[in-house]
């Protein structure tokens, strides 16, 4: 299992992300700085959370356009598995990798708290196969834009084609505010065409160690390890 | 030559910059605001002669980087002196 975290100008949960895969695969992951477009082929990159370049112009939109933006691209057409947290969801959707737009939170706070996700009934992907559909994962989001939008039609293209992940979901009646940032249908994460790609803004590498209050970012990610080492 | 480029945000598109601007208007006493949409400005400087070849230049920046064409509109001018 060769796995590689990519760091950029203001990347701040990339060590976190490391000492996580460190954790589960017994292996120290690669460091991949953003100009660089020249690393051996990996099973797994790791897009993680931070404030790339200040998040100026919108979130990510200058880390999307760094040289190992087209490593990435590449390493998901040769069928490897790209996982995107927080700004690295907003990375990718700003590379056009994944679709949509990530947006201000409708109530323009910056949101720092443990949250409910519920896996979706969606297409095969090694993210989430070893999880029941609705089953409840605790993993906590840290963000200021992490508001879902897409246009009607893509919001119904991902549900008819099983790309939606992850949606926020309250176990019970009395969570009200379950839903941190106004996303459209509740959504977390969602996934590529081909499965391979998740972003989700909640962080499973905060979530990794009882201390941390919860262990589901470490169930998520083990279970993405084992499906790609197979 | 001088270009603005003028960004807002789609119709449709949520804008709580916007809706919390509104409401401290509303607040202090300019009840008639009855909605505000925030955008950005970017003032590029383009060294080239042909108005069309920095109109065309502009409008590559705006779709490869400048907007988001999700959610967002763009307008560009030439600034003239």
């Known amino acids: ?230 | 030559m001088k270009v603005i480029v003028n960004i807002s945000l789609k119709e449709g598109v949520l804008d709580p910059e916007g809706q919390a601007i509104k409401s401290s208007l509303n607040n202090l006493g300019f009840e008639h605001c009855s909605d505000v949409r925030t955008g950005k400005q970017i003032i590029l400087n383009l060294d080239q002669n042909s108005e069309d070849e920095v109109l065309t230049k502009a409008k590559k920046m705006c779709e490869e980087l400048l907007v988001n064409t999700v959610i967002e509109n763009y307008e560009i001018n030439i600034l003239k002196d």
């Open chain 1, 1 to 230: 299992m060769r796995s590689g975290v990519v760091i950029f100008p203001g990347s701040n949960c990339d060590r976190d992300m490391i000492v996580a895969l460190r954790q589960i695969t017994g292996k120290t992951p690669i460091k991949i700085w953003h100009k660089e477009n020249d690393f051996p082929n990996l099973d797994l990159i790791v897009v993680p959370g931070g404030f790339t370049f200040g998040d100026y112009l919108r979130c990510g939109a200058l880390a999307a356009r760094s040289p190992v933006i087209s490593s990435i691209k590449n390493h998901i057409s040769r069928g490897g598995t790209v996982l995107g947290v927080c700004n690295g969801f907003q990375i990718l959707i700003e590379a056009k990798i994944l679709p949509g737009s990530l947006i201000r939170n409708k109530k323009l706070l910056f949101t720092c708290r443990e949250t409910t996700l519920e896996v979706q009934n969606c297409i095969k992907n090694p993210f989430l196969s070893g999880f029941k559909i609705g089953e409840y994962l605790k993993i906590p989001v840290a963000h200021n834009e992490g508001n879902y939008f897409a246009p009607k039609e893509l919001l119904k293209q991902l549900k008819e084609e099983g790309r939606i992940a992850l949606k926020y979901s309250k176990q019970n009646n009395s969570e009200k505010n379950y839903n941190p940032n106004g996303s459209s249908d509740d959504i977390a994460g969602i996934l590529s065409t081909n499965g391979r790609v998740l972003g989700m803004m909640p962080h499973p590498e905060r979530a990794i160690n009882y201390l941390h209050g919860g262990t589901d970012g470490l169930k998520l990610l083990t279970n993405c390890v084992e499906q790609i080492i197979g």
